[in-house]
């Protein structure tokens, strides 16, 4: 991966968030030359992913762990065999803010890499790279097999974080009654 030539496409649902993003690129002039920005959902994406060898895929799209799984499908089902998988996902309290992504949800990826960071970044990475490309499936079975073992105790906190999110509805749910 050169990133000095790279072009980069970027998909968002929202053109506000493109105009704002093309805006923030726009006083480089060499890497706004490499940027693109779509105004679309990328559940509408399909032959275009194919195209790629990484995809970024950013924390807030897909808002619960459901939605997110539902992307992960999608990518899976449309991203070409080998290429990239990055996203952001995140570990212990900072579940609070962002969904959890756990190896085992990447059914179809070859999890490499996981990483929580301990300072104020609060996105933790998750890098996996799509299956069926040549001669990454011979010891698939293993890493998933590790990546399983990793994601034991992020399903621990996870269903802590869930009954939390659901007490705190409840408390907004009884102070809307009074
Ligand atoms: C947390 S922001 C990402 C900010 C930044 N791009 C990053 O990754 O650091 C999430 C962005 O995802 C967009 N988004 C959410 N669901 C989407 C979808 N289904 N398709 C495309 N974009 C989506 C939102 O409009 C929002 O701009």
Sequence with gaps: MVVDDSIFHNFDIDASANSVAARLVSS????????????????????????????????LVGMDKKEKIKVIEHLEKHMSPGAVLMLRSAHGPRAFLYPIVEPCDLQGFQVLS?????????????????????????????????????????????VIMNKKKNIIEEFAGEEQLT
Excluded: W
């Design 28 to 59: 480089d002039t060499d890497l706004s030359q490499r940027m693109f920005f779509h105004t679309v959902d990328v559940m509408d994406l399909t032959e275009s992913l194919k195209g790629f060898d990484v995809v970024f895929l950013a924390a």
């Design 114 to 158: 996981v990483y929580h960071p301990t300072d104020e970044v609060i996105n933790s990475i998750v890098i996996s790279r799509k299956l069926g490309g040549d001669g990454i499936n011979g010891d698939v079975h293993d890493h998933i097999d590790q990546a399983s073992d990793l994601a034991c105790n992020c399903s621990k906190i996870h």
